[in-house]
Every structure is written in structure tokens, then in C-alpha cells.
């Protein structure tokens, strides 16, 4: 008979080792087996030559759901995993030479944001005042807890947030919202960029996720010290101390199942029995292939994927003292390029995401050199043929960022590198290798978009409805991707499986 207390997780992301360490702690026997050779799923690293790069996120908002593990734990979280606040969200480019770099601080932001777009201060001030009043009347309370369950609605907080629905922008879009309330089109451009947070497209995402960069300029944005990595390697590593046992290179081929009970996971010939088995494993793709005979909700699985992307990850042999650490370089036109990504393919003028850690990070980059991730948004893979469109791609990014960033030559004579002769090493991913790599169903960055009203209640919840003793957690389940809300999802989960 098993051990009642034994449960076994299905990947290595970060809501898997969240999950571990919460149930471990909870004074489980947890089994972790990851198909990868090591823990972090999207959230793992790599190095090319002397560079070092964090393969996924590259922005870390609410670091304080990381402590929370090690002090549940007993342990002092600055003891094992430290982070420093950026003064400097993100530095943002447009092509007529505006240039805006974003304060952290709400205040700062409308402050800087009249002085470069000659705007009324009042007009940020009020935009982020009410983003603030959206996340706390519904973000707190629908993100932590599971949508499925009744005391959830039977929550006052949701009453509450219930009746102020007509306030909440739910039934119009995040850039009518921007083009009513922030009115300067490079404004309404720079908070568009939020959707894709969560892989949506800011002309269908309902206007309620205007509350997203809140988490940024509220509650701020950060890098821990070794880089990204380190938030799945102290995870790891914590859970290693509490003795949950990993066993990488460990492909889950199957969850088995009789009657309506979990049984455990079939890996290799062997069934590993366990009375709790946790899925981190995209919710899509489990269904799928490890749950073959399972009804398949398939309202549920059938959302719109969030988007994916092609990432030009570069050995740099120059430093840019003008980039910071997050560094936006817009299109002329925002629509189309959603437009395009919609119909699945890649705007002709593409918006390019160029993030620098080796400007905090000691040892990312060698001197004189900088690691650049450079990443542009893609469609979800659906057979498009990469091979075409990326060396396109390359060149039109690589086009841009030169015209921008290396004006060219006053004296031709002296010509000086251009930025393409400055690439000392260089890794590329398209979206099929993302779901090659990381498991996730057609390179999705963040399980599915959140382009309509429902997309939030329509996620799969954190526990099977049809198989007692098997849940779910991760970016593709309630409530979403991105680091903090995969962090939550394992709280929520580890919450059902301890009762
Ligand atoms: C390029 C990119 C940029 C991003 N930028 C940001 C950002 O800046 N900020 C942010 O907060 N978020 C960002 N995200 C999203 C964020 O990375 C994810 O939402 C989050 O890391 C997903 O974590 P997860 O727990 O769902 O697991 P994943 O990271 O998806 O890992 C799942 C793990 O399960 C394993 N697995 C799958 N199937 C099996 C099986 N059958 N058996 C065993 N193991 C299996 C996989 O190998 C993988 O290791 C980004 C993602 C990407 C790809």
C-alpha cells in the first residue's frame, strides 16, 4: 500500500518545485520526475562561450511568493536567494527617436511620462491609481484561489467585486481602455505591451488586465542576483533540504488510473504508484498523451494558445551604456503587427524585446561584452515553416536595432562594426523548439491568451474533476503564466491536495 502521504509532481517548472516544497513541508513524500536533465522548465539557463543566458523570463515581479517557500520552510529566504529592485522598469524606443525610460515608482512614472509625452502628470497618476483599484478588488482574490470551488464565490471580497463589474472595463479591450484614459498614442502603444504579459493581444484582452502593470510599478520589478536561474535554483535546491527526491532525465508516459482513482505514473515500463499525482505538465499536452482514455474538456483545451516567440539569444562584444536591463523598441504600427500575429504569421515591422542581464549580473557576459536576449512575439506553432522565416526575421531585427542604436558612420573611412559584426555567439529559438524543450503545447509562452472576456474562467482548474487524487498547476491552468501566477497556482493546488 502506498504511503497516504506520497505524491508524485510531473515536471520540473517552477509551479512543480513550488509545489514540492509546499507539500514536503505539508510532510509529503514527494517524487519530482522532469523529462529534462535539470529543474526550471522555461525558467532553466544555458551558456554560449563565455556568455551566460536564462533560456525564458527574464522579468521578475512579486519575489515576495518566492520567500514565502523559504519561510514556510523555516528558513531565512536572504540565507539562500536575494533580488534587487530595478529603479528603471524598462527603457522604450520608437522610431521617430522618442526615447522613455519607465521609472519603478507609480508616482516617478506619471512624473516622467509628462515631462517626455507632455501629458497632464494627473493622467498616469489616475490610469496606475485605478489599475491599483482593479487588482485589489479582483486580482487578489481571483488569483489565489481555485475558480472552481463554491467557497470561493461565496467569498464577501467576491460579492463585492461582483457588483463592481461595470467598472472594470470586463466587456471592452485593453486599448480602448488605454485610448480612453491615457489618450497619447506612444502612452496607449507602452501600456498595450502589457497584454503580452500573458501572451494576449491588447486589441481583444478585456480591459480589466489594465491592472497588469501594477505589478510592476507597484509592487516593482526585479533580478535576482545570479539572474533568473536562481529563482528555480533555490527552489530546487529547498527542496532538496526538506528531501524531496527528483529524478531528472525521467520522461511521465502515462498517469494511470481505475474506476475514478489516481494510481500513480507510468515511467518507462514501471508504474510508480501514488495515491496524489500533480501534474506541471502543459494541461494541453497532458491530456493528450498522458491521459489518453480521459474525457477531454475540451472547451477548455480548445482557448486560443497564448502567443509563443523567436528568441536571438547574443554574445554582444560591445557594451550599450544607452540599454538598460529590459529595453522595448516599438513598431510603427501595433495594430498590424497583432493583426499579423493573429493570422499566424510575423509583421513585416516587428516590435523587438532586447533584455540585458549582464548589466546587473556580475559574470553574465565577459568584459566589454554584453548577453543579449532578443526576443520578438510569435504565433503559436501551427506549421509555419521557421526555416523561411527566421533568416527574414533575423534581418529585419538586426536592420532596426542597428538604425537605432548605431546611427550610421559620420566618416566612412572609420567605419566601426556593424551590430550583426558584433555577435560573438548566437543561439536561436523558434516556437517548435519551445515545445520541444519545455513541454508546452505549440511554443505557448503562457499556457493560453486571455483574448476574451471568459479566458480567466475558462482555464482548467487546479484539480480533476473526473480522476480523484490527480491536479494540475502550472502557466497552463488556473490562474495563468508567468512566474508569479505559476507560483501561485502551486499555492492553490498544494492547498486542494492537504485539504
Ligand atoms: C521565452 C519566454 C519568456 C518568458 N518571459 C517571462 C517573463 O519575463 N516573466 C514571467 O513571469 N514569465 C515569463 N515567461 C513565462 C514563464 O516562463 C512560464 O509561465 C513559467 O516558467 C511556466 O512554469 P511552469 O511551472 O508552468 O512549467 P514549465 O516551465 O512549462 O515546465 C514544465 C516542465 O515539465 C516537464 N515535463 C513536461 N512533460 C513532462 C513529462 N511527461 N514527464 C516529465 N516531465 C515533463 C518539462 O520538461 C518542463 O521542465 C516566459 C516564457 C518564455 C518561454
Not at 513550488?18 to 529543474?39: H, I, K, M, S
Not at 522613455?100 to 493622467?123: C, M
Not at 471592452?172 to 498595450?192: C, G, I, S, W, Y
Not at 520589478?221 to 531528472?248: C, H, N, W
Request: hydrophobic residues 40%; aromatic residues 10%; contains cysteine.
Amino acid at each position: 500500500m502506498n504511503n497516504p502521504k506520497s505524491a508524485i509532481i510531473i515536471g520540473a517548472g517552477i509551479a512543480g518545485l513550488a509545489a514540492a516544497v509546499r507539500l514536503a513541508v505539508a510532510g509529503y513524500e514527494v517524487t519530482v520526475f522532469e523529462a529534462n536533465d535539470g529543474p526550471g522548465g522555461k525558467l532553466s539557463q544555458f551558456g554560449l562561450g563565455a556568455y551566460r543566458f536564462d533560456f525564458g523570463p527574464s522579468l521578475f515581479t512579486m519575489p515576495q511568493y518566492v520567500d514565502e517557500l523559504f519561510r514556510l520552510a523555516g528558513e531565512e529566504p536572504t540565507d539562500h536567494f536575494n533580488y534587487a529592485r530595478l529603479p528603471e522598469v524598462c527603457h522604450y524606443w520608437w522610431a521617430d527617436g522618442t526615447r522613455f525610460s519607465a521609472p519603478g515608482d507609480p508616482e516617478e512614472l506619471a512624473k516622467a511620462a509628462a515631462t517626455t509625452f507632455g501629458v497632464p502628470e494627473q493622467r498616469v497618476a489616475r490610469f496606475m491609481a485605478d489599475a491599483a483599484r482593479k487588482y485589489e478588488l479582483t486580482g487578489r482574490t481571483f488569483l489565489e484561489k481555485p475558480l472552481q470551488k463554491a467557497a470561493t464565490w461565496l467569498d464577501l471580497k467576491v460579492a463585492g467585486a461582483m457588483l463592481r463589474i461595470p467598472s472594470l472595463d470586463l466587456f471592452t479591450n485593453m486599448n480602448a481602455v488605454h485610448e480612453r484614459d491615457l489618450k497619447h498614442p506612444k502612452l496607449v502603444q507602452l501600456f498595450n505591451r502589457f497584454a503580452t504579459y500573458n501572451g494576449s493581444n491588447p486589441y481583444k484582452a478585456p480591459g480589466l488586465l489594465t491592472m497588469i502593470p501594477h505589478f510592476e510599478h507597484h509592487f516593482g520589478a526585479y533580478l535576482p542576483t545570479g539572474g533568473m536561474y536562481d529563482i528555480s535554483q533555490s527552489v530546487y535546491e529547498l527542496g532538496k533540504r526538506l528531501g524531496v527526491k527528483y529524478r531528472f532525465g525521467q520522461r511521465v508516459e502515462e498517469i494511470a488510473w481505475e474506476g475514478k482513482k489516481v494510481k500513480g505514473v507510468k515511467v518507462g515500463d514501471e508504474v510508480q504508484a501514488a495515491d496524489t499525482v500533480v501534474c506541471n505538465m502543459d494541461v494541453w499536452l497532458a491530456y493528450d498523451k498522458l491521459l489518453p482514455t480521459a474525457k477531454k474538456p475540451k472547451r477548455t483545451l480548445n482557448q486560443q494558445k497564448s502567443t509563443s516567440a523567436v528568441i536571438f539569444y547574443w554574445g554582444v562584444a560591445r557594451e550599450f551604456p544607452e540599454l538598460g536591463v529590459h529595453n522595448i523598441f516599438f513598431s510603427e504600427d501595433y495594430r498590424q503587427e497583432f493583426a499579423e500575429l493573429e493570422a499566424g504569421g510575423l509583421a513585416d515591422d516587428v516590435t523587438v524585446y532586447v533584455n540585458i542581464s549582464s548589466k546587473l549580473v556580475e559574470g553574465d557576459a565577459p568584459a566589454g561584452g554584453e548577453n543579449w536576449f532578443v526576443m520578438v512575439n510569435a504565433p503559436a506553432h501551427t506549421g509555419q515553416d521557421w526555416n523561411t522565416l527566421i533568416p527574414e526575421l533575423r534581418k529585419r531585427v538586426l536592420t532596426m536595432l542597428q538604425k537605432r542604436l548605431l546611427a550610421p558612420a559620420a566618416a566612412p573611412e572609420k567605419a566601426t562594426p556593424t551590430l550583426e559584426e558584433m555577435i560573438v555567439e548566437e543561439r536561436i529559438i523558434t516556437p517548435p523548439e519551445i515545445e520541444r524543450l519545455t513541454g508546452s503545447h505549440q511554443g505557448g509562452l503562457y499556457g493560453t491568451s486571455s483574448n476574451n472576456t471568459m479566458a480567466a474562467f475558462l482555464r482548467h482548474p487546479n484539480f480533476s474533476s473526473q480522476i480523484e487524487g490527480l491536479y494540475f498547476l502550472g502557466g497552463s491552468v488556473h490562474p495563468g503564466g508567468g512566474v508569479p501566477l505559476c507560483l501561485l497556482s502551486a499555492k492553490i493546488t498544494a492547498e486542494l491536495v492537504v485539504g
